[in-house]
């Protein structure tokens, strides 16, 4: 058992500073995951010197450290997952208590203190267990490490019940001829030996996080928060194979800001970014998640729709212009800058391909400046001459074609 437990207190040895040094990172609960770790190694140290000393120094330490854990797993999953951690002052309570029932027992301590702190642990390992299932199908991006995660930690809290229930009921009821101290004994080891497979899935959770949160960076807009101009045409890619294959149409909007080079010359770049983030955050607002929205460059951005009723997309188009304009943007100087936008719009049909779409939207747009801006146009569904769309052709198939390190490619519309 030594032999298990060195092997136990060395793989938490090497994770603490691996949790440690994710606290940079900002992912949430790490700091909790991390004390947890530490307590962790407490028990599991005090459990290997029972050998040396005497089980009134060692048992207590190993018992309560091990609640101690428990507790500090259950506070960082309930604010990696958005909920408040749990008080310092219910932490040292649970603590406090379970030290003054097992010390005043009626009984051993050696008995009262495990069965009370093994009790106590299972019940909170089942509650960090069900936390993860419930948050399980709204964290899609670490699903696998959250499953790995709450397997662990049920696997954990039975051995932890049956070592409570070993020292409270005997032995003999549930394991006949087995001496229950023996068994006890066992069962921690066991809870000890497990403890290592449930930090690596921690580990394994917050590393997904970051990743997650690293790949969601790439693929936003620094400055508006839409998706980048890759991003975007990836997923409206897919969403146009979806359309394909359900043989429903879809709808792509091609937004250009008005006048955006005279916001620019007249308030600044400081004042453009401000417009543009003021623009998105009003289209993204109202869009909702009724489609995706990503900046195609400079002052331009698309909207892929996966439906494609003519009616409703004018609708659509219609309140994203009336919107714009009634929503003008206040500069930090009280200066405010009236905008609109103009917006092509065009409809997918079976002889259409996405960037024919694109394309359509692109010359759906010149159409609405040429009309005078501040309004939508829908394209017909008629193919596009490659010597009207050959810009928007080439621009939209090198992106979609583009790898990881590609040219910068101008935008779908230059029209102003």
Not at 320 to 333: A, K, M, N, Y
């Amino acid at each position: 058992m030594d032999i298990v437990l060195t092997i136990a207190a060395m793989s938490l040895a090497v994770m603490l500073p691996v949790l440690v040094s994710l606290r940079k990172s900002g992912a949430p609960g790490v700091l909790a995951f991390a004390l947890a770790c530490l307590f962790a190694l407490l028990s599991v140290s005090s459990e290997l010197l029972s050998d040396i000393l005497p089980d009134e120094m060692t048992l207590p330490v190993a018992t309560l450290m091990m609640v101690a854990s428990c507790l500090m797993i259950l506070s960082g999953l309930r604010q990696f997952l958005g909920q408040s951690a749990l008080k310092p002052a219910h932490i040292a309570g649970a603590l406090g208590s379970i030290a003054l029932f097992g010390l005043a027992g009626a009984y051993h301590a050696t008995i009262v203190l495990p069965a009370l702190a093994s009790i106590t642990a299972c019940g909170l390992f089942l509650a960090a267990g069900l936390m993860m299932l419930l948050q399980w199908p709204k964290e899609r991006a670490i699903s696998a490490y959250l499953i790995f995660c709450a397997a662990t930690v049920f696997a954990v809290a039975v051995v932890h019940g049956l070592r409570g229930a070993t020292l409270v009921l005997a032995a003999d009821t549930l394991f006949p001829g087995n001496d229950p101290i023996v068994l006890a004994h066992n069962l921690q080891t066991a809870c000890m030996l497990g403890l290592p497979a449930l930090f690596l899935g921690l580990i394994l959770m917050l590393q997904g996080w970051l990743i997650a949160n690293l790949r969601d960076l790439v693929a936003r807009d620094e400055l508006t928060g839409a998706l980048s101009r890759r991003a975007f045409l990836e997923e409206t890619e897919e969403l146009y194979r979806m359309a394909i294959t359900t043989n429903r149409p879809m709808a792509f909007m091609l937004l250009d800001l008005d006048r955006f080079k005279q916001i620019n010359d007249r308030h600044g770049h400081a004042g453009g970014d401000k417009a543009l983030a003021h623009f998105t955050d009003t289209i993204k607002s109202f869009l909702g998640t009724r489609g995706l929205l990503g900046r195609l460059g400079g002052e331009e951005f698309g909207i892929a729709l996966g439906w494609a009723r003519r009616i409703e997309i004018s609708e659509l188009a219609d309140a994203l212009c009336r919107l714009v304009r009634s929503q003008p943007v206040r500069l930090e100087d009280g200066t405010e800058i009236k905008l609109s936008v103009s917006i092509g719009v065009a409809i997918s049909d079976p002889r259409c391909s996405l960037i024919e779409l694109m394309s359509q939207a692109d010359l759906a747009l010149y159409e609405a400046k040429a009309r005078g801006r501040d309004r939508y146009s829908i394209a017909e569904s008629t193919p596009v001459s490659a010597s009207s769309s050959a810009r928007a052709l080439a621009a939209a198939a090198a992106q979609m074609r583009a790898a990881s390190e590609g040219p910068y490619i101008p935008p779908l519309s230059d029209t102003g």
